[in-house]
């Protein structure tokens, strides 16, 4: 440590200071400060104390120390004004041992580092934005031996650079304000690596005619140099400095920048997208949970009402309270029952979509034999193909074991895929439901000889609100939500079976459903 006259004289100095220049104390005072330094570093001494005399803000500098024997030894100046200090020593100066010479270190040492810097970088995730951006340049900083660092960020649509980081080392000794933003047409030659698109050295910035100064309580500038960081589209998104190394900068010192601002930015991109889409997914979670409530709260609603206009509709038709004298009556009333059933299954459709979707499906599993409820089912949809002339046949045979599932659920299942079936089939066509065994387990088939559907059509019928666009629709086929095949293929699923529906235009439909081995009785 040592005490300085304006110019730069040493008027006191302290044993730790002797030691490092390799000097007696004796030999120290009145000695210039910037004879202990390379020839190099000494007009960057003057600069220092310039402006710690000038604006009375500490300055640090990286050079090398000299010693008598030509031994260099690196070293951190600390030069700041002393307060209520005049005339003698207005200046206190602190040389400290430094771990960043001036010497480049050996290739094989700055690539481990490069590679250390970069593949913990690379490692970052799940950190935020500003934390890697902190991380980019202080790595930037280091391994380009400088002693200050910036980022900006660019919006190149308003032309304006937001200051986001200054490096850790700059914030303590620099005093002007923080988070401002810059008109590029406003900033420093520090900003001509964005208006080249190129990285720009300064390697003497402060003799350097183009510059615009410094704002106050800006840190002092000796050399400079900054990149552009450019993203997927060759926009600048943002500018990356380092100042003030003891040596001039270089081509290597552009790339080792480079190389930690193209990383910042793919981390940060990256980070971006990945929080996009969480946010998409929590506004898609919300808003089917949403949809999910307002069906259920309509379903509910409607339900009731439904059930008295069916019910009433049903006396009519049944004349409990006397006859009707007007055919068109008992028409009426039969059209009333046969809408309000129709809307009525639609809304337990909705429902059941409703319970999938929130998991609620709750298998009450029993063994049960499959030929009688495959007949029973037949039995219930006779009418409906009976109405279009259609040929309908059901073919199980009595040795198939007993099926371990939810019979209800399988019920509803072959009840929608026969339906199905009968709804598409134009008339005088065929409906076959058939049942066989194999080593994979039970397979469930319902095939018709309706207008079929090409490939695409088949997925949009899967997917939930969809029908599909048939070949041939008849009126009654455009009837319906479109949930019937989602709710069978969900409730097969449940079963830990698969649905899968081969289909021709014009030619027909056959749907497989599969339930595994493990729900079979041994035989």
Known sequence: MARLDRHGAIRQANAALAELAGLPIQ?????????????????????????????????????????????????RVHVSPL????????????????TRPDLDPPADALSGRRMSGLLKLYQMARAAEKEVAAFALEEAVELTRSAIGYLHFFDEAEGLLQLTL???????????AQDVHYPLERAGIWADSVRRREPVIHNDYMHDANRQGLPEGHFPVHRHLSVP??????????????????????????????????????????NRMQAQLVRARDEAERASQAKSAFLANMSHELRTPLNAIIGFSEL?????????????????????????????NIIEDMLDLVRIEKGLIQLSETAFDIAGL?????????????????????????????????????????????????????????VTAAARTDADGLCLVVADSGTGMTAEEVAMALSPFNRGRHTVLSTTAKEGLGLGLPIVKSLIE?????LEIVSEPLVGTTVQVRLPAARLAAA
Not at 52 to 66: I, N, R, W
Not at 247 to 258: H, S, W
Request: charged share 20%.
């Open 27 to 75: 030999s120290l005072e009145s000695r210039s400060l910037e004879t202990l330094l390379r020839p190099d570093d000494r007009p960057l001494l003057q600069r220092v104390m310039q402006w710690a005399t000038g604006y009375g803000t500490p300055s640090p500098l990286d050079a090398l120390c000299l010693r008598p024997d030509g031994t260099p030894v690196p070293v």
């Open 83 to 98: 307060p209520g200090e005049s005339g003698g020593a207005p200046l206190l100066a602190q040389l400290l041992p430094s």
């Open 166 to 176: 200054w490096s850790g080392h700059t914030l303590k000794f620099c005093q002007a």
């Open 229 to 270: 960081v450019l993203d997927e589209h060759d926009r600048i998104v943002a500018v990356i400095g380092v100042g003030n190394k003891v040596a001039p900068y270089d081509t290597t010192d552009v790339q080792q920048l480079q190389l930690f601002a193209g990383g910042m930015w793919k981390i940060i991109v990256r």
């Open 316 to 344: 009519f038709q049944l004349e409990v309270f006397g006859p009707l004298t007007n055919d068109k009556y008992r028409e009426y009333a039969h059209d009333i029952t046969s809408a309000g059933r129709y809307l009525l």
């Open 374 to 430: 495959m007949q029973e089912i037949g039995q219930m949809v006779v009418f409906r193909a009976q109405e279009k002339n259609l040929k309908l046949a059901v073919d199980v045979p009595d040795t198939i074991p007993l099926l371990t599932a939810d019979k209800r659920l399988i019920k509803q299942a072959m009840i929608n895929l026969l339906h199905n079936a009968i709804k598409f089939t134009p008339a005088g066509g065929s």
């Open 494 to 498: 449940h079963h830990q079976g698969t």
